[in-house]
């Protein structure tokens, strides 16, 4: 096992070096530079030459690759011009900030999507499924922006229940439920998605695994239909599940992009939209670098769980 | 799965168990920011955005008059201008101390506008300073006692004394830049109302009331930014009650605020102006009957009316009313007139070629430019012009706006925002401003009355002299029409109602030394 760990990680350094390459190039190519985006109007050639020398911007791009992966390959990340600090402590927290968001939303669809799967297969086409499968498709189709400017205008601006946006509250709070608070509708919008495709995917598989013959030899056995559906219809429904609660994970990632900017949770997908708009190379580079690298991790935790989960696997 | 349950129904309850929230405590004045700030150093940063955090904590020589552009002493308590124009002596406020407690004084001053521009200076690596160009006239700066200050410039500057109010002049404390280096823009320390307390990065900047501040201290204890990205979010936090004040409301939102008495909105014109630069020098516009017609032919008033709902004024000329001293009052904008565009346009033998628009999605003080650029091709076309859009990013817009419109376009939205009226004629309608020439002159409209009407106001260190020269320059500039005066903008901001004494000023800049918040 921990072979083939060592193995997806040592392949996935490749993957990652090829990204930052590809960013790097696609922010070179895309027109607009860094002291255009700090002058504006202001952006005489003269002044935008001046600038860009003081950022280290006027050497030739494949040096300033190589510059910046030397370094990096030194822990050290360059500083954000934009932000004026270390992109390292930038980026940590920023991901810290989403790893809390996308976590809580990962854990909050993967239960109420299982729950809800299980439910929906084993009472098929009664009008308790009907209507999960109802709201498991609007669920799926709503735009999820849309969804949490709803959410904040019923909850935070009508009913006052939470706070329209941010991670903590301004003066006081900082506890756990402070966080809570202000986590509840951004997971919950995060999640909403997600939740809808693990549900239907598991109605699926227990579907499919309750029509197999070993489930009719425990029901003939005379085993309690809660342990049939729980312990072994279940279980092996995971099986299928748990890989797309992976990649699922990765859409969580990409998802926070516009949660968090609707609501204005500190995270790294903010942070990189933020970045890209003032071509804020360094920071782009060291998000991007984080985020290919929690993507593959997560895969990689999927892939793990699955061939723990699946005999035949190993 | 039960126990999971229990869990989610418990972190819900704890959630929901204290339905009291977002109001802020008295005498703490919430504001809520477009962006988190780029560095709370003040000759570093560039963005109105910034301003209004640095205006609050740091003085200037000089300031901005309540509710005008003209200058007035701040930490200079008086000062003398050499006949030739060319030497300033500041007498500067004697026991000023900076945040940090060192002593405010002559070598403060020296350092700081030393450390901007003089590359070899031990702190210039602290930059860069992206808006140091506002000095570039200054030669020498003498501290010839701890209260004496002498600048010598290398060419008569009269907007010397208006950059000094602006937020690029503000001064730094010296060993607060010497104890922090780079950082300093994170640990600031300035001289100013409120002094620096924390800044927690994407969430909060809070500074508190600075009790020996030399202006009087102020009323409110503490002021905290908060960046909200997000326009709508921005609205939700004012709604429900998050923030306290609210900068840059869009207009769609602005009646909803009128309509409701917990809250006051503020309007106040600008030194904006929002144009169309003509390309003077090929196709159609190089012909002057042509841009009158263009004049005549967009429909401003529904523009200002309908689109931009009421926050912008018809702009007559290239220099904005909120400079008053320097306006024409007597110029009336041109009309609109699609009769006489057309008459216009045949007696110019316009022929219909097609004419190329660039308009750009966003940026500063660009309003609300897909939805103007589209007002304005449907005017033109109904006097009979073909205008084809081209919509860029606002970046990859100016990459191909400043070099210039010759072979790439006819025509292109801009907007200036400035704190002289020197500063958007002198960069942008001079021939010497040409874009090869590092102007931003990029339609090269070209007129030797104008440039040295503009040279002539530049040189000149009396008011009443530099205003008839401006005044002059706009009647040139109107007749001539390199571009289409369209919009004059007024910010606006919406506060609580119990926000008391707040007023934005025509600076742009977020003053909130008196105000206010008892409750």
Known sequence: MSAYIAKRLLAAIPVIFGLTIIVFLIMAMIPGDPATAILGSYATPENVEKLNRDLGLDKPLVQQYFIWLGNMLQGDFGRSYTLNRPVIDEVLERFSATLILAGTSLVLCSVLGLIAGVISAVRQYSWVDKAITFVVLIGISVPSFWLGLLLILVFAVNLKWFPASGMYAIYGGGDLPDLLKHLFLPALTLAVVATGVIARLTRTAMLEVLRQDFIRTARAKGVTESTVIYKHAFKAALVTVIPVIGIQAGFVLGG???????????????????????????????????????YVLFNLAADVVQTILDPRLR | MKRLLAAAVTVASLAFASPSLAQTPPNVLVVGQIAEPKSLDPSAVTAQNDFRILLNMYDGLVRYKDGTLEVEPALAESWTISDDGLTYTF??????????????????????????????????DTGPFPLAFYFSSIDTVTAIDDTTVEFKLKEPYAPFLSNLAYATGLIVSPKGVMDNGADFGRNPSGTGAFKFAEWEANSKVVVTRNEDYWDGAAPLQAVIYRPITDTNTRIAEMLSGGIDVM????????????????????????????????????????????????????????????????????????TPPAFNWAYNESLEPYPYDPEKAKALLEEAGYDGEPVTFYVTEGGSGM???????????????????????????????????????????????????????????????????????????SGYYSNPEVDELLNKARQATDQGERAEL???????????????????????????????????QPSFFLMLQDVAKPQ
């Not at chain 2, 060192?102 to 030393?114: C, H, I, L, Q, Y």
């Open chain 2, 91 to 124: 007498k500067l406020r004697e026991g000023v101390s900076f945040h940090d407690g060192s002593p405010f004084n002559a070598e403060a001053v020296k350092f700081t506008f030393e450390r901007m521009l003089n590359e070899d200076h031990p702190y210039h």
């Open chain 2, 470 to 504: 401006y005044k002059k320059m706009q009647e040139i500039v109107q007749e001539d029409a390199p571009w289409v005066f369209v919009a004059n903008w007024k910010q606006n901001a919406v506060t609580k109602a119990s926000v008391e004494n707040f007023k934005l």
């Open chain 2, 367 to 441: 309003l609300d430019p897909i939805a103007m650029g589209t007002a304005i091709q449907a005017d033109l076309e109904a006097v009979g012009m073909d205008v084809n859009i081209e919509t860029y990013e606002w970046n990859t817009f100016l990459g191909k706006v400043n070099p210039g419109l010759e072979g790439k376009a006819d025509m292109a939205e801009m907007a200036w925002m400035t704190n002289d009226p020197d500063t958007l004629p002198f960069l942008a309608l001079r021939s010497e401003a040409f874009p090869d020439k590092g102007g931003f002159n």
């Open chain 1, 256 to 294: 926070a992009v516009y949660i968090e900017t609707v609501f204005q949770w500190p995270g790294i997908g903010s942070m990189l939209v933020k970045a890209i708009s003032t071509r804020d190379l360094l920071l782009v580079q060291g998000g991007v670098l984080v985020v290919a690298s929690a």
């Open chain 2, 247 to 318: 900068p840059e409301v869009p207009p769609d939102s602005l009646q909803q605020f009128r309509s409701d008495a917990n809250y006051t909105v503020y309007e106040q014109v600008g030194p904006h102006v929002w144009f169309l630069i003509l390309n003077a020098k090929e196709g159609p516009f190089a012909n002057k009957a042509v841009r009158q017609a263009a004049n005549y032919a967009i429909n401003k008033t529904a523009l200002v009316d309908n689109i931009l709902q009421g926050t912008a004024a018809v702009a007559n000329g290239p």
